[in-house]
């Protein structure tokens, strides 16, 4: 029964209706689009909060943490999805720049949550995360000048813009916030919030990607493919090391989640707002495929127990 409750958690239905809705009634993609950016940066500030004692003035990531955490993300996650992404992706289209922006994408929200529910290195973790979300200032922009420089944009301070609005702008938010200890209020209602901006960034990504995906099967089963490689092997063959050079259970939880989940809504929002909807296609590809893998972490990895706490493919 506990698994049940478990897997029909509020926050798996509300991604299950998101993709439903998305399929079936998509008339508000457009406007639901221009809300991605404003839902983002909420998730991303409240996921900055749920540090311990909140992310800058009081959280101090380690140097070998932070270093693990971008080799993870970028340097061995990052670099399969486009080595993969050049053998089976028109480097040409629309879904070759989406794959980028999803390579490019620093680690998913849901690893912390995820975290807390798994008996992983919590220091390694959160120093790994932000590692990551740190270098994303400077990692983002040095691979899209060096994979999308010739892609045309009528707004190339637009890219600026989403690289501030979700990066930069959350991290002043939940600085802002831990300074005037808004987030002891933010506390009590952050998982209402949380699931109602997961909401609109997926309906969004669904609704505007659904006419793609339903004529263009095969390009999606090769996303479909990457996102397996990047998923489910990845963390097979992190495991596989790990044990070799002797590393704790735990470091190499950690390490399995910051080397094989990204924040693929983040993506996908990027992807709506500066190209174009084709592009936001392999976002929501591989956001389906980390729902599915997020579950069936919970029933792989060592001593697993129910989660009390939901978690959230972004």
């Given at each position: 029964m506990a698994r049940l409750k478990f897997i029909f958690s509020r926050s798996h239905i509300l991604f299950l209706l998101a993709l439903i809705i998305g399929i079936l009634l998509p008339q508000a993609a457009e406007f639901a689009s221009l809300l991605t950016y404003p839902a983002l940066a909420v998730i991303m500030t409240i996921t900055l909060l749920r540090f311990p004692r909140g992310f800058f003035q009081r959280h101090k990531p380690t140097l070998s943490g932070a270093f693990w955490g971008n080799v993870m993300n970028y340097l061995i996650l990052g670099n399969l999805i486009i080595m993969a992404s050049i053998f089976l992706i028109p480097e040409s289209g629309a879904f070759w720049y989406g794959m980028i922006l999803v390579a490019a994408a620093p680690p998913s929200t849901m690893i912390i949550p995820l975290g807390n529910i798994l008996r992983i290195d919590k220091q390694s973790m959160f120093s790994g995360m932000a590692g990551a979300y740190l270098g994303a200032v400077l990692i983002v922009p040095l691979i899209g000048l060096g994979f999308l420089k010739f892609v045309p944009l009528d707004d190339p301070t637009s890219l600026i813009l989403a690289?501030?609005?979700?990066?930069?702008?959350?991290?002043?938010?939940?600085?802002?916030?831990?300074?005037?200890?808004?987030?002891?209020?933010?506390?009590?209602?952050?998982?209402?919030?949380?699931?109602?901006?997961?909401?609109?960034?997926?309906?969004?990504?669904?609704?505007?990607?659904?006419?793609?995906?339903?004529?263009?099967?095969?390009?999606?089963?090769?996303?479909?493919?990457?996102?397996?490689?990047?998923?489910?092997?990845?963390?097979?063959?992190?495991?596989?090391?790990?044990?070799?050079?002797?590393?704790?259970?735990?470091?190499?939880?950690?390490?399995?989640?910051?080397?094989?989940?990204?924040?693929?809504?983040?993506?996908?929002?990027?992807?709506?707002?500066?190209?174009?909807?084709?592009?936001?296609?392999?976002?929501?590809?591989?956001?389906?495929?980390?729902?599915?893998?997020?579950?069936?972490?919970?029933?792989?990895?060592?001593?697993?127990?129910?989660?009390?706490v939901d978690t959230k493919p972004v």
């Open positions: 690289i501030f609005m979700l990066i930069l702008l959350p991290l002043i938010l939940s600085w802002l916030a831990v300074n005037e200890e808004w987030d002891k209020l933010i506390e009590n209602h952050e998982d209402y919030i949380t699931d109602g901006c997961f909401f609109i960034i997926y309906y969004a990504l669904v609704a505007s990607t659904r006419y793609m995906a339903i004529h263009r099967p095969l390009d999606v089963v090769f996303m479909f493919v990457i996102a397996v490689l990047s998923t489910f092997l990845l963390r097979f063959i992190i495991n596989l090391i790990g044990n070799y050079y002797g590393a704790s259970k735990g470091k190499i939880s950690a390490l399995v989640l910051l080397g094989t989940m990204k924040n693929y809504g983040l993506a996908g929002a990027i992807a709506l707002n500066v190209f174009n909807k084709q592009a936001a296609l392999p976002a929501l590809v591989f956001s389906v495929v980390m729902f599915i893998y997020a579950i069936w972490l919970k029933y792989k990895m060592i001593d697993v127990r129910i989660p009390d």
